[in-house]
């Protein structure tokens, strides 16, 4: 089934619903727009032409069978300063809404990809345009529901596709949204701390061995979790060190 301006938009906490046919990037939709749209609004669209991913890689998107969105918020100056791991809350917000789908088997691979059965099934980029002392940041979501026509020139790694569950994307995405939406409203008033634990439950690299990689460097430790900030614990020589969300990737080692 296609998707569906008019139940998405009932299912909104605040903002507008915009569904695309096409369009060349649901994250750049919004960075264009962000001026006249309200803080929740929710962009999506059946397919992207210029999706983009974390990093400056590509995303493919399929046609009329995976889920691209994204959601605009506004949070002042110093409410940003409250919400450096958002990345995070984002993802357990996904991990958690197909648990409760009756979906087991979901990771977080720190910082903020969603993993299913140890494959990449969805990702998160966080871009953001800074405007009279507020921050608009546009959260752009990309799941894997169905990957039976992927295009291997822009998918580059091992990935997941939730296709066995038969889910129905408009259910799902009228699940995620409000949530997202609450979550963001609450996040610089409860603070990382409320999520930490449920964060770790999905904690995809705990224990292991590990390889943080940061440009051309290359951090190799055991995977503590993270700490409070939802910076990465690595230990390394019997000390533990925490690593802060940036431009980096995780690997297995
Ligand atoms: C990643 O590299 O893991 C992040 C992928 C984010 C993809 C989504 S799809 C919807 C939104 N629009 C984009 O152009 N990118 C994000």
């Known amino acids: 089934m296609k998707l569906n301006q008019p139940d998405l938009q009932a299912a909104l906490l605040c903002g507008e619903a915009v569904i695309f046919d096409e369009i060349d990037s649901t994250n750049e939709y919004l960075l264009r727009e962000y001026k006249h749209l309200a803080a929740g609004s929710v962009c999506a669209a059946e397919h992207q032409t210029a999706g983009r991913g974390r990093r400056g890689r590509s995303w493919y998107s399929g046609k009329n069978q995976n889920l691209c969105f994204s959601l605009l918020w506004r949070y002042s100056a110093d409410e940003v300063r409250q919400v450096s791991a958002l990345s995070l809350v984002v993802a357990l917000v996904l991990a958690e809404s197909f648990t409760e789908l009756g979906i087991s088997d979901i990771q977080i691979k720190w910082p903020n990809d969603v993993y ?13 345009r800074f405007e009279n002392n507020d921050y608009y940041l546009v959260i752009g979501i990309g799941l894997n529901l169905s990957m039976d026509q992927v295009d291997l020139n822009v998918v580059n790694q091992p990935y997941a596709d939730l296709s066995a569950y038969h889910l129905e994307r408009n259910q799902l995405l009228q699940r995620i949204v409000p949530q997202l939406q609450k979550n963001l409203k609450i996040y610089p008033l409860v603070g990382f701390e409320n999520y930490v634990e449920r964060w770790q439950s999905y904690d995809l690299f705990y224990g292991k061995p590990v390889k943080l990689l940061a440009g051309d460097t290359e951090i190799h430790g055991i995977s503590q979790g993270i700490n409070d900030k939802g910076e990465l614990l690595l230990e390394q020589t019997g000390k533990i060190n925490a690593y802060a969300i940036g431009e980096m990737s995780l690997r297995a080692q």
Do not use: N, T, V
Not at 120 to 127: A, N, Q
């Open 116 to 128: 299913y059965q140890g494959k990449k099934l969805g990702g998160i980029l966080i871009e953001s």
